[in-house]
């Protein structure tokens, strides 16, 4: 504005004085009016310029205004997703230590505690994955941690009854089965769950002893069979034939995955049984061969003329 004027007092200082030379009678009229015409230029040129610049101001105010404002909305859904994500956790925390609760008052039931165990696996993945995705804030990352580790001790405790409970009913059922085929079947499940549990907590000293415990007892059934058969054989007088069944029990003993404790005491009760069984074949020996003598002797007399 200030170049304007300067160019109006200019052109009207000039044009005044060459109407003035040229003798017009009133020199400053045309002089005044091109002068204002360049005021009034100026003057619209500088109100087109600032409303532009007015309206680039606005405009740039207003997205800034809009990228604040969806700054922190995004803050204020990120927290609250903090706060849902956290109190959901917490929620299914809640649930889970009431299943357990229950599973326990319910008492040894398997189906309850492998239910249980599989709540704690479904949460503690779901925790891993809050904690993976970074949206949590470092208070609930903590809570959340502690939470993993009371459903990891929940999972580990429901697990442990539920082998413990499945195994014991399996070899009750065993005991229970009357062919040998069977109770080994049945025997064997009930290792096919110890030996489940065994994947998941390699180290459970409890588990080792239920397995070795499970050994023992399949093996005492295998053995208990051949001895059967030969107590059979010695009642009804077939000493040989029991002494060669005691031996394929020493056998199958043998071979078995037992205690060696259990082992050997079994091995020595069957060979105490052959020693009898041999001593009483040794003493019925003869007096079968008198015996024998009698009947043949018996028969020639009948069959003389």
């Known amino acids: 504005m200030i170049g304007a ?41 500088r109100e087109v310029v600032m409303r532009r610049a007015w309206t680039r101001y606005i405009l740039e105010q207003d997205r800034r205004d809009l990228h604040a404002e969806k700054g922190t909305r995004n803050h204020t ?14 929620a299914q925390l809640r649930t889970l230590q009431k299943h357990s609760a229950d599973a326990d008052a319910a008492g040894e039931a398997p189906e309850t ?16 994955e809050a904690l993976r995705s970074g949206s949590l804030s470092a208070e609930s990352r903590a809570t959340l941690r502690a939470g993993q580790e009371r459903a990891r ?27 040998v085929s069977d109770r080994i079947e049945t ?29 023992d007892f399949m093996a005492s059934v295998k053995v208990a069979h051949w001895v059967e058969l030969a107590e059979r054989a010695a009642f009804k007088g077939y000493y040989t034939r029991a002494i060669d069944l005691y031996r394929d029990a020493l056998f199958y003993l043998s071979r078995e995955n037992m205690k060696e404790e259990a082992r050997l005491e079994t091995a020595e009760r069957i060979s105490r049984e052959i020693d009898l ?7 019925e020996q003869p007096i ?4 024998a003598r009698t009947r043949k002797g018996k028969a020639q007399k009948e069959s003389a003329p």
């Open 5 to 45: 004027a300067v160019a109006a007092a200019t052109l009207f200082v000039v044009l005044w004085g060459m109407l003035h030379s040229s003798g017009d009678e009133a020199p400053w009229v045309p002089a005044g009016l091109a002068a204002s015409v360049v005021m009034l230029v100026a003057i619209a040129a």
């Open 77 to 90: 859904a990120s927290s609250s997703g903090k706060y849902r994500s956290g109190d959901n956790h917490a």
């Open 113 to 128: 505690h492998l239910e249980v165990y599989q709540l704690c696996k479904t949460y503690l993945a779901s925790a891993e």
């Open 153 to 179: 001790s929940l999972q580990k405790h429901h697990l442990l009854v539920w082998a413990r409970s499945s195994s014991r009913a399996l070899v009750h059922e065993a005991q229970r089965r009357a062919r």
């Open 187 to 215: 025997a064997q499940r009930a290792l096919d769950v110890i030996e489940t549990a065994l994947k998941f907590y390699p180290d459970e000293v409890e588990l080792f002893e239920s397995e070795a415990a499970l050994h």
């Open 277 to 283: 069984l041999r001593a009483r074949l040794k003493t």
């Open 288 to 291: 079968e061969a008198a015996r």
